[in-house]
């Protein structure tokens, strides 16, 4: 009986989403009546046309632009993997996976109903004063995001308006201070006691009113939507233009080149898009990760460099060596000089000086401005902390370099995308044998720097990588400013800079470590010693 009762069981299953699915095209359709029979009366011209066509025959110059953001600009028909950006980074793991484990509830109920569903879940009992994710880490997610044909749209309007249906701490900065926008129209979230409690304020209407008082009577407003019939500020504008699903997934990504605004800075962990089949992977690797960093650390610590290097290219950690020269041989040292050398490199992680170590088979010293006591522990070479007073820490290097070579990363500060921060010029000073070295590295799945979270499990996410490559060149020798003494100190530092930014194809700034934390964490750089790098 249990058998033959299965198929109308089955049968009753596959009724259920097929009822739901029409229920819902019924709504879709009575609200397209109700919309259709508002805007009738309206003064504007609704046309579906491609996005390249409009800029091939119209003129954007003078006319106020209104995107729906998530419609007409990004490429992703899905916003989920923004959400879960800001339930890992902001929140934790467990916030992360419980947003993860209501993705099939999400998949199921309507647009509306589903972004509710995953503000609570990102959201409830963030502070909102320290809430920085969507200026340090977002920005990058989105930008990778955005298709360029709409791009182009954009870039021709006058005034450009966004509407999102996230947050509006999410898109602000990234479409303010990255794609230019001149107004940006989100959710307003909830804060009780000054933490958000995981609701958003209604918005019925509200949008419409701001839009209408932002377009002026004397520019013609020109909107890019994807699905018209569910926008009620539409008829602010007079031509609505459709975006089609399909055109979308032809879209181009932006190139690097073509921001706005280079991304200099970015933070997070995370360094894939966590959308659902990455975030399984990552949730079911992330038990065995825990174990192999312990096991990567403690035989990079405890075992001579000939046998450890093979085992951790068997377990994934892979360095990839390029000498220009004999200068980073360590037969050459010239015994005549009093100073070992000082290699002087740009900083990628906190684990820089010691892949120079496991390059040249041989320990260094290092100098770093901020340690953690867990790292200083951990660390298989002799680490020495700078107090950032520019005589003490004079005296400091000198003395180290008496005693043997001497690794320094006068950046000051980790910076993971293809850019180089300015050179503190102290390293110039202390000695004429100065090797550049230019450092890359790539991950997989977590990035082992961060700026806002606890820099204690720096080495330790790095380790975590299923597969991670450390690229380490070393680079003609040069001398500083006692063999040329009409050379300054900064003209050594920049040159130092500008071999290792060519070398790598990174562009050079003058940006500091305090610039970088003030765009991702909001302040100078001084952390308690419980929570720095």
């Given at each position: 009986?249990?058998?033959?009762?299965?198929?109308?069981?089955?049968?009753?299953?596959?009724?259920?989403?097929?009822?739901?699915?029409k229920l819902h095209q019924n709504q879709t359709k009575a609200l397209r009546r109700t919309l259709s029979n508002t805007t009738h009366g309206s003064h504007y011209r609704s046309q579906t046309t491609l996005i390249s066509d409009h800029l091939n025959t119209s003129d954007l110059s003078q006319k106020t632009l209104i995107f729906d953001v998530e419609g007409t600009l990004l490429r992703s028909p899905s916003v989920f993997a923004y959400f879960m950006l800001v339930a890992f980074e902001?929140?934790?793991?467990?916030?992360?996976?419980?947003?993860?484990?209501?993705?099939p509830l999400l998949v199921l109920v309507d647009d509306e109903l589903s972004i509710k569903i995953m503000v609570m879940v990102s959201f409830c009992g963030?502070?909102?004063?320290?809430?920085?994710?969507?200026?340090s880490v977002l920005p990058k997610f989105f930008l990778e995001d955005v298709g360029l044909e709409g791009f182009d749209a954009l870039r021709r309007g006058k005034k450009k308006v966004g509407v999102s249906k996230l947050p509006q701490v999410m898109v602000e900065c990234f479409l303010k201070d990255y794609l230019e926008f001149d107004h940006v129209f989100g959710r307003e979230l909830k804060v009780v006691g000054g933490y958000y409690v995981g609701l958003m304020k209604e918005n019925k209407g509200i949008i419409k009113h701001r839009i209408n008082q932002v377009v002026e009577?004397?520019?013609?407003?020109?909107?890019?939507?994807?699905?018209?019939?569910?926008?009620?500020?539409?008829?602010?504008?007079?031509?609505?233009?459709?975006?089609?699903?399909?055109?979308?997934?032809?879209w181009r990504v932006i190139p690097r080149e073509r921001?706005?605004?280079?991304?200099?800075?970015h933070d997070g962990r995370l360094a894939f898009r966590p959308e659902p089949v990455n975030m399984l992977v990552m949730f079911m690797w992330f038990p065995f990760s825990i174990l192999l960093s312990v096991s990567r650390i403690a035989i990079a610590i405890t075992i001579p460099y000939g046998v450890s290097i093979p085992i951790l290219v068997f377990t994934g950690v892979h360095l990839k060596l390029t000498n220009n020269n004999s200068t980073s041989n360590p037969k050459t040292f010239d015994h005549k000089q009093h100073k070992g050398r000082l290699y002087v490199c740009n900083h990628r992680t906190l684990l820089d000086p010691l892949y120079l170590s496991f390059g040249l088979k041989k320990?260094?010293?290092?100098?770093?401005?901020?340690?953690?006591?867990?790292?200083?522990?951990?660390?298989?070479?002799?680490?020495?902390?700078l107090t950032r007073d520019r005589e003490q820490d004079a005296k400091t290097m000198d003395k180290m370099l008496k005693l043997g070579d001497l690794v320094v990363c006068p950046e000051g500060t980790t910076c993971r995308e293809p850019y180089l921060l300015r050179f503190s010029p102290l390293f110039a000073e202390l000695s004429d044998h100065i090797v550049p070295v230019a450092l890359d590295t790539y991950v997989s799945m977590f990035h082992g720097t961060t700026a806002g979270g606890l820099?204690?499990?720096?080495?330790?996410?790095?380790?975590?990588?299923p597969r991670s490559i450390y690229r380490v060149r070393f680079l003609d020798q040069v001398h500083g400013t006692d063999d040329h003494p009409r050379t300054t100190r900064f003209d050594v530092a920049n040159h130092v800079q500008s071999v290792i930014g060519k070398t790598l194809e990174f562009e050079c700034t003058s940006l500091t470590r305090k610039d970088k934390y003030l765009v991702l964490a909001g302040n100078e750089g001084f952390v308690n010693a419980s929570n720095k790098r």
């Open positions: 009986m249990v058998f033959k009762a299965l198929p109308y069981t089955l049968k009753l299953i596959l009724f259920i989403p097929r009822l739901l699915l902001s929140g934790s793991l467990i916030r992360a996976f419980v947003l993860f484990a209501l993705y963030l502070k909102k004063d320290g809430f920085r994710v969507g200026s009577e004397d520019y013609t407003s020109v909107c890019f939507s994807n699905k018209k019939v569910r926008h009620d500020w539409i008829s602010c504008s007079k031509e609505v233009y459709v975006v089609s699903d399909g055109e979308k997934k032809a921001y706005p605004k280079g991304l200099i800075f320990p260094f010293a290092a100098v770093t401005y901020s340690l953690s006591r867990m790292s200083e522990i951990i660390s298989p070479i002799k680490t020495v902390r820099k204690c499990l720096d080495p330790f996410f790095f380790m975590m990588n």
